[in-house]
């Protein structure tokens, strides 16, 4: 009895709200960028759960190729806020509105 | 020699083209030149009556062509020339008295910075009055109207520094615009009714028209011919009018211009004719301007303004003879008009030459003494204006006063005789006034010299002897000979219980008792007409007014018409009409500016907005399914 | 599960390969001998995208033979896509030219300039050839990623920082969308390639609500990278801090990429479902052309105002997106290549006023900018009527071809709404020359002429006025070749 | 028929004169340290002669012009391939005259403009590619061609009103150009649609004129094109109310700018509204005839009346404008031969004469530099042939008769008057009220008395002659002979007549039945 596709679904689905909600309540530049990685952890998750459902592997290279990416994206998130971070000794998005209107 | 018709026209037009592009280097001979070709025009045009008389009665209708004009479809407005007794009297009138205003003006306008330009103007005004009277078509008999008005205009504010001048000119054209416009609207009805402007095709077919259209075409024409004739409503420009030159006066707002309305009428009795109510208002019109201007004549003082209402009246009485069908009657009165008319006017000016412009009748006086050709001139022309028996003024108003009276019409003779004696006060009291009793200022006035006194001595000699060619209206040469165009006079079998004989004794009679009331008045020197002046103050000022038409039209028309359009200027249209597209232009300036504060530079703001966007749209995909 | 391993045919990725191989060897060379960053570097870039351009080209002229996708269906080997590269090239070329000016002159010459640029331009090359959605989304990483670095190049400048983290946050955010979008897809059709998708999607058992959701999601994505509304708003905060050539490259090259996805994705993938979808693209169209043309009248830096510009001219593309016709798509096209070739040269001209790094890009400077150097002033005003669509100028024929190919869809609506929407853009394209023309100049100082920048100008310009006069030069080629029939 | 092509050479001819004269911007200047141009630069002497040189060119389109109704010289080739767009001249009798009178104009705005010192060469360049776009309007053929040229001209005239204008130049400038995008916003639409219409009704997708029409299209659809087309060509005639940033534009624009602006570019409205609103939908025009006449009327009175209390001469002579393209609209619409022809020739007349006003409000504001006519008077005595030259114009800018004034304004009328009464009537209070504001304006600036500091205003200069003397030619060579003219206009006038009127006047009833 395989567990139905339905709950990997809903769960993944929970963990991309969860994600989507930290990225608009909190401030903190990592903090957003962390919910971020667990949107695409959760979007991994669903990836994972059609695949082995539909029986096809292209999911899982996705999966693969989605958790390249989001090192990648540390590497160069990291460094951004890093850099910024000097500047202003602040990892606070909201301070960060110099380009506006 | 008919052919060559065109030549009467176009002999002043070239002289005007040639003293308006070379007005300088002709300037020495710009009277004699402008003179000789009005003169040539005059003779061409004897000719052309020579001929004319030369054939039977009915043939002398020709229309010569010179080219197409304006010809669009089954619109045809050829210049086209239209010689037949009717246009051949108007056109020796023009061209005689022209003729003899020219040679006047020679010394008149001596010495003005703008001499050239005043015989190119006044060569002008020949040749589009000239075009006017002998125009074979509507349109181009509008041409010619037209033309005079414009020429009036710039010989009335020829002394344009004058402000009074150039507002008096701007008046005249645009008064008589509001009638000219109402004609040119009865020359398309008459075009859409008829198929064609041609007088042949237009009066021809006057008889098949329904008497509401025919009406319309009719009081259409005439209200052209009110605002050029000044008859009223349409009069207030003429008296304004005399701040032009005087033998501007004398030919165009005497002698031709302001007949052409008397002359539309005439020419386009057929459809006047047509209508049951056309005629009657002509006739309402000329007679009520005839008593109106005759009274509002008494209480001027300027000479000059006395002759105008004098012409406003005269004119009411053409009008009051083509009212009542007396057409070639009309016309004889017309002629006779220009002869003693001009005459008045040559003398006023005759007498304004002399005292420097002073031409106040209160002020002047006793001037028979220096000026007795002058003086005798005025006299002349006065009791011609009158009616004073064998002088060419009294068969003409006689002959109208009984046509009035044979047509059954006896209010409209009544009221006549009234004008008749009114007629009679103000020139006598003018003349007594300006030439008899002692000077009421120091003036030194002299006589004018020849080339002024021979015309004037000319046109005497018309006011005098012009009886006689048309003592009766029904055997009178010049309206036997304009018989075939506007209708046999009718030999009235003696429709009222008065004879021929009887009304002219009445009328003579009016007018003698008009002339001895006014001399009572101011030549007996046993009434003191200052005093009088002084006591009935309101009356006088009333008359001098014009009975307050000019200020009604002020308070009535200028004042709200200048508020209406300040008020479409300054508010509606640059506060709703530019102010709504400004106002959109200016909405979406501030909507921008509210919207670019949506861009908060946060980048939460940005998520969220990310958010409702990707949520809206998938739903809306998904929902929809 | 068996795995299948496709033939390793690497041609159809060539122009790729180079690319990305010349940015690795700009990033060794740079690092060995850092401080021989400039021309040198600029060189080699332009000879990469040059030889990368003549793989292009060639594989223009030999078509390969009946594929249509090669590497196990994940890339595209058709004209499109080659058609897409050359203009992306075309574009990063420009780019290359402009940065080394640029840099120069704000001493920040770096090579790594040139190799981000170019593993951008590889990422978007692909994204135009990219036949599965795996493809995809590596393609549009690669190009973003890069991006976000490039954007935050000038790192002294706390503009040029903050915006390569708005652009990095949500670029991060948006990609997290856009890959739940291919996992829909994938679980709703069963497989990432698009021919693969369409064939599920038009066959019978697949749910319509999943299948929708994907291509709302893919749509959302895209719709981030082109800047259509709501999905913009980082566009002017990341065009105005980012350095002007970046910005340019950014607006030009990522838009022409994006669209290309785009209409590759609509039109194959979800072709079936493309009715469906119609509301969804109508909606965003209309709205980012109205919001982009009503607030870029309230701007007063010209980058943000040129950035309103693109997010505007975005709305307009998706018009022929919109008419998911052969004329639709040719209309689309032709549109991207006339917007490529004005917003880069506008921001070329941005880069002569500014003469040194992100000085005088405030309206102000811009006043008597005419007389301070009438050529210039020439151009930008070329640049902005063609931005405004005015004849005879290529962003006029740009709009008739995809407004012809809506009306044809029977989109007349959109198609009013665009017009007029285009009239509220003329008031600030004119505001813009208004400056430029008719005020008189703060400084009197001549602005000087330059030879990069006057290079970039040139051709720009060159195509802005060629294509308005003549748009057979690029409409019949594309014709011949067919290029539409994929 | 040679195989010459006269109208692409035409058309063409300024603009490279143009590209000429910008090529040769960096020629030395005389007097560069003023910041300015001098007479003798060469400059306008090239505009000049490449203006005459058009000017003669299409002399040579006159003589190959037979009075035929249909298009004529037409010239053709592909344009935008794939929808069919093609680059297609040629000319009718209308256009002809319209062609005429720019290239007439347009060396007499030169030789007016000669006084501008700023930018010359930009100047004279931007007017040349001003007068290609405008001939290209008026033999344009293919639709979205002349979409081409009808929006290619804002440009240039933008910058003339924006650069070389006066006072409120810029804001003016701006409205000009936003009215009228906005205005032919629709326009493109419409043109795309009835291209896509053409598709399915004639087999094949067209924008060429001679093929769209008479094109089958269901009634509604037909009401909203015209619409669209309609609300483009208001604009530019303009119509109220629709008019507003015609004063603005017509009083900041310098000389030349007002002279082509009223001259020509207003004529192209007119011109559209008879070339596509009536050719491409007779039935829609027939439906709407009672809108557009009654704006004509209340565009030729409402003119007319803020006419007569403008300040500024400019404004004044502005607003004139507005209540004569009145007439010129109400003719057009009339739906009569007559109405139609006068139309057309009252475009040419009001060219002549409103360009002609503002030649000489520019030369009394180079004389004054003002157009306040509070401050101005008396000039008569100084400036006689002045005085004399502004009378004959404004003469036959309120329809004298002899003057070209008058033959428009009486077709038009008449025309008008055979189909509907009423609004004749009401217009032809427009007679009398241009004749009180124009005197009103002759008075107030050439007689009375004249202020001190205009007693040594000069007269007409040699080069004022020099183009003044063309134009009164032209304005009584047309009142006194129009027949060529006439001849030329009547055959399309009929045409296009044709199409809308479905039944004859009431004057040809007449005729018919008189058996002639």
Do not use: C, K
């Given at each position: 009895m395989r567990t139905p596709i339905a709950f990997f679904l809903v769960v993944s689905a929970l963990l991309f709200t969860i994600g989507t909600v930290g990225v608009l309540v909190r401030r903190n530049a990592l903090v957003i960028f962390m919910s971020i990685e667990l949107q695409l952890n959760a979007v991994n998750l669903t990836l994972i759960a059609f695949s082995r459902q539909l029986g096809e592997v292209n999911g899982q290279v996705l999966a693969f190729f989605s958790m390249v990416v989001a090192a990648a994206e540390v590497v160069v998130g990291l460094a951004i806020i890093v850099a910024i971070f000097r500047r202003r000794v602040s990892a606070n998005v909201d301070d960060i509105n110099l380009l506006r209107w | 020699m008919t052919d060559l018709i065109w030549l009467v026209p176009a002999l002043p037009l070239a002289g005007a083209v040639a003293l308006l592009l070379a007005g300088k280097p002709l300037r020495r001979i710009a009277g004699g030149l402008a003179s000789l070709l009005v003169g040539a025009s005059f003779v061409v045009s004897v000719l052309v009556l020579i001929d004319l008389l030369g054939v039977g009665a009915e043939e002398r209708t020709v229309a010569v062509k010179i080219f197409d004009w304006i010809s669009v479809g089954s619109f045809e407005a050829p210049v086209e020339l239209r010689v037949d007794p009717l246009s051949m009297v108007m056109a020796l009138t023009v061209t005689g008295v022209g003729f003899l205003i020219h040679v006047y003006s020679i010394d008149y306008m001596?010495?003005?910075?703008?001499y050239s330009r005043y015989f190119a103007y006044l060569n002008l005004f020949v040749a589009a009055m000239l075009t006017l009277v002998l125009a074979n078509n509507l349109v181009l008999l509008y041409v010619g109207w037209e033309g005079v008005g414009l020429c009036s205009y710039l010989l009335i504010a020829f002394?344009?520094?004058?402000r009074a001048a150039a507002d008096a000119g701007k008046k005249a054209f645009i008064v008589t615009r509001i009638g000219d416009t109402a004609m040119l609207i009865g020359i398309f009805l008459a075009f859409s009714t008829t198929?064609?402007?041609?007088f042949d095709e237009v009066f021809g077919a006057a008889g098949g028209l329904a008497s509401g259209t025919a009406t319309a075409i009719a009081l259409l024409l005439f209200a052209g011919a009110v605002g050029k004739s000044a008859?009223?409503?349409?009069?207030?420009?003429l008296p304004d009018a005399?701040?032009?030159?005087t033998p501007v006066s004398a030919l165009?707002?005497?002698?031709t211009m302001v007949t052409a309305g008397v002359y539309l009428v005439v020419r386009a009795h057929a459809i006047f004719e047509a209508s049951e109510v056309a005629l009657g208002v002509v006739a309402v019109v000329g007679i009520v301007t005839a008593v109106y201007a005759g009274l509002s004549a008494i209480g001027q003082d300027d000479l000059k303004r006395v002759l105008a209402y004098s012409t406003i009246s005269q004119l009411g009485y053409m009008f009051l003879a083509a009212g009542v069908g007396a057409y070639a009657v009309a016309i004889f009165h017309l002629v006779a008009h220009a002869f003693f008319k001009a005459l008045l006017f040559l003398s006023a000016g005759s007498v304004m030459h002399a005292t420097d412009g002073v031409i106040d009748v209160t002020r002047l006086g006793g001037l028979r003494r220096r000026m007795p050709v002058t003086a005798a001139s005025f006299a002349v022309g006065g009791l011609a204006l009158a009616g004073?028996?064998?002088?060419v003024g009294f068969f003409s108003k006689d002959q109208i006063l009984a046509a009035a009276y044979e047509a059954g019409r006896t209010g409209l003779w009544i009221t006549g005789l009234v004008a008749a004696f009114i007629t009679a006060i103000y020139i006598t009291r003018a003349y007594l006034l300006t030439?008899?009793?002692?000077?009421?200022?120091e003036l030194h006035p002299h006589e004018s010299p020849a080339l002024m006194s021979v015309p004037m001595a000319v046109l005497g000699v018309g006011a005098v002897?012009?009886?006689?060619?048309?003592?009766?209206?029904?055997?009178?040469r010049v309206q036997r000979f304009l018989g075939p165009v506007v209708g046999e006079p009718e030999?009235?079998?003696?429709?009222?219980?008065?004879s021929e004989v009887g009304l002219s004794v009445i009328a003579s009679a009016v007018a003698v008792g008009g002339i001895a009331l006014a001399w009572a008045l101011?030549?007996?020197?046993?009434?003191d007409w200052q005093a009088l002046r002084a006591r009935f103050g309101g009356a006088r000022r009333a008359l001098s007014r014009g009975f307050y038409v000019d200020d009604a039209y002020g308070a009535l028309l200028v004042t709200p018409g200048k508020a209406a359009a300040s008020f479409s200027a300054?508010?509606?249209?640059?506060?709703?009409v530019d102010g709504a597209v400004n106002g959109i232009g200016r909405a979406f300036v501030r909507l921008a500016g509210v919207g670019r504060r949506?861009?908060?530079?946060l980048v939460r703001t940005y998520a969220l907005a990310f958010l409702l966007g990707a949520a809206a749209l998938v739903l809306v995909l998904v929902v929809r399914t | 599960m068996p795995i299948e391993t496709p033939d390793l045919v690497l041609a159809p990725i060539l122009p790729e390969l180079i690319l990305s191989g010349v940015a690795m060897l700009i990033l060794l060379v740079d690092a060995a001998?850092?401080?021989?960053?400039?021309r040198a570097m600029a060189l080699l870039a332009a000879a990469g995208i040059l030889a990368a351009a003549a793989v292009v080209i060639r594989q223009w002229q030999v078509p390969a033979?009946?594929?249509?996708?090669a590497l196990g269906g994940m890339v595209a080997v058709d004209r499109f896509a080659l058609f897409f590269r050359l203009v992306i090239l075309a574009c990063a070329l420009l780019s290359v030219l402009l940065g080394a000016h640029y840099l120069e002159r704000t001493g920040e010459g770096r090579g790594e300039y040139h190799a981000l640029l170019l593993f951008a331009a590889a990422g978007m090359t692909l994204l135009a050839a990219a036949a599965d959605l795996i493809v995809v989304f590596l393609a549009l990483e690669v190009l973003s990623l890069s991006l976000y670095v490039l954007a935050g190049f000038?790192?002294?400048r706390l503009a040029s920082q903050e915006a390569s983290l708005k652009y990095f946050l949500l670029g991060a955010f948006s990609s997290a969308f856009f890959l739940y979008g291919i996992a829909l897809a994938y679980g709703a059709?069963?497989?990432?390639?698009l021919a693969g998708i369409a064939d599920a999607l038009s066959?019978?058992?697949?749910s319509m609500a999943l299948a929708l959701a994907a291509g709302g999601l893919l749509l959302v994505g895209f719709s981030f990278k082109v800047a259509?509304?709501?999905?913009?708003?980082?566009t002017p905060d990341v065009y105005q801090g980012a350095p002007s050539p970046v910005t340019g490259f950014m607006a030009a090259g990522t838009k022409v990429a994006g669209f290309a996805a785009l209409i590759r994705v609509t039109t194959v993938a979800l072709g079936p479902v493309s009715w469906e979808l119609l509301p969804a693209v109508v909606g965003v169209s209309a709205l980012t052309m109205v919001v982009g043309s009503i607030l870029a009248?309230?701007?007063?830096d010209v980058k943000r105002v040129l950035a309103y510009s693109s997010i505007a001219h975005a709305g307009f593309v998706l018009v022929g997106v919109a008419a998911a016709n052969q004329e639709g798509v040719s209309g689309s096209m032709f549109y991207l290549v006339a917007y490529a070739a004005m917003i880069l040269g506008a921001f070329a001209v941005v880069i002569a006023v500014s003469r040194?790094?992100?000085?005088?890009?405030?309206?102000?400077?811009?006043?008597g900018l005419a007389r301070r150097n009438p050529v210039l002033g020439a151009l930008l005003a070329l640049f902005l009527l063609s931005l405004a669509g005015i004849p005879p100028t290529a962003g006029f024929i740009a709009k008739v071809l995809v407004f012809e190919a809506a009306v044809r869809a029977g989109l007349s609506g959109l198609v009013v709404v665009a017009v007029l929407a285009s009239v509220v853009a003329a008031f600030f394209y004119i505001r813009l020359i208004v400056l430029a023309y008719m005020e008189d100049p703060e400084e009197t100082e001549r602005v000087p002429a330059e030879p990069a920048p006057g290079l970039a100008l040139g051709v720009t310009a060159a195509v802005t006025l060629l294509l308005g006069i003549l748009p057979g030069l690029l409409l019949d080629p594309l014709e011949r070749a067919g290029v539409l029939r994929w | 028929m040679s195989s010459f092509p006269w109208l692409t050479v035409t058309v063409f001819l300024p603009l490279a004169g143009a590209v000429v004269l910008l090529a040769l911007t960096p020629l030395p200047r005389r007097r560069p340290e003023a910041g300015g141009y001098g007479a003798d630069d060469p400059w306008r002497w090239v505009a000049f002669l490449v203006s005459s040189a058009t000017f003669v060119v299409s002399l040579g389109i006159l003589t190959e012009?037979?009075?035929?109704?249909g298009f004529q010289l037409v010239e053709e080739a592909g344009w935008v391939g794939p929808l069919n767009i093609r680059y297609v001249l040629g000319l009718d009798g209308i256009s002809l005259f319209m062609v005429l009178l720019t290239t007439f104009l347009m060396p007499l705005a030169i030789l007016a403009s000669?006084?501008?010192?700023?930018?010359v060469p930009y100047f004279m360049a931007s007017l040349l590619a001003l007068e290609t776009a405008m001939l290209g309007a008026f033999v344009a053929l293919d639709l979205l061609l002349f979409f081409v040229f009808f929006e290619g001209l804002l440009f240039p005239m933008y910058l003339v009103i924006g650069i070389?204008?006066?006072?409120r130049r810029v804001y003016a400038a701006v409205k000009f150009f936003l009215f009228t995008m906005a205005g032919s916003a629709l326009l493109l639409v419409a043109i795309l649609f009835l291209a896509f219409r053409s598709e399915t009704a004639l087999g094949g997708m067209t924008f060429d004129l001679r093929q769209l029409v008479g094109m089958d299209l269901p009634a509604t659809t037909a009401r909203w094109l015209f619409l669209a087309f309609f609300v483009a060509f208001a604009v530019k005639v303009p119509l109220f109310p629709l008019h507003t940033w015609l004063p603005d534009a017509h009083t900041e624009a310098p000389t030349a700018g007002s002279v082509i602006l009223a001259g020509v570019l207003l004529k192209l409205g007119a011109y559209g509204l008879i070339r596509f609103n009536l050719t491409l939908f007779p039935d829609a025009s027939e439906d709407f005839r009672g809108l557009v006449t009654t704006l004509a009327v209340i565009g030729i009175v409402y003119g007319a009346v803020v006419a007569l209390?403008?300040?500024d001469i400019k404004r004044l002579v502005a607003y004139s404008s507005v209540s004569h393209l009145g007439f010129v609209v109400l003719g057009i619409f009339a739906g009569t031969l007559q109405g139609m022809s006068g139309g057309v020739i009252q475009m040419v007349n009001h060219g002549l004469s409103t360009g002609a006003l503002f030649l000489i409000v520019g030369m009394l504001y180079d004389r004054t530099?003002?157009?306040d006519l509070a401050r101005l008077g008396g000039l008569a005595r100084r400036t006689p042939v002045l005085a004399g030259v502004f009378l004959v114009v404004a003469l036959s800018s309120l329809g004298l008769?002899?003057?070209?004034?008058f033959v428009g304004e009486l077709l038009i009328l008449l025309g008008t008057f055979d189909a509907s009464r009423l609004p004749a009537v009401i217009a032809a209070t427009g007679v009398v009220l241009s004749a009180i504001y124009l005197l009103w304006a002759y008075q107030r600036s050439m007689h009375g008395d004249l202020p001190a500091e205009l007693e040594s205003t000069p007269d007409l200069s040699g080069r004022e002659y020099a183009y003044m003397v063309p134009i009164l030619v032209a304005i009584v060579a047309i009142g006194v002979f129009p027949k060529p003219l006439l001849d030329r206009i009547e055959p399309a006038a009929d045409r296009h007549v044709r199409l809308i009127a479905v039944e004859p006047s009431s004057a040809d009833v007449v005729r018919a039945a008189g058996g002639d």
């Open positions: - | 001596h010495g003005d910075p703008r002394w344009f520094e004058r198929g064609s402007v041609r008859q009223l409503p349409l009069h207030v420009w005399m701040e032009g030159p165009i707002h005497a002698a004073i028996p064998l002088l030439f008899e009793g002692e000077p009421r200022s002897l012009g009886g006689l060619l048309g003592a009766s209206a029904q055997t009178g030999a009235h079998a003696a429709a009222g219980a008065l101011y030549g007996s020197g046993r009434v300054s508010v509606l249209d640059t506060r709703v949506l861009q908060t530079g | 001998r850092p401080s021989r960053g400039g033979a009946d594929e249509l996708t000038s790192w002294r059709a069963g497989t990432t390639s066959g019978p058992g697949t259509a509304v709501p999905f913009h708003m980082w009248i309230a701007q007063d040194t790094g992100e000085g005088r890009t405030s309206l102000r400077s811009y006043r | 012009f037979r009075a035929e109704p000669w006084r501008v010192e700023r930018q070389w204008g006066s006072g209390i403008q300040t530099h003002t157009r008769p002899g003057l070209n004034g």
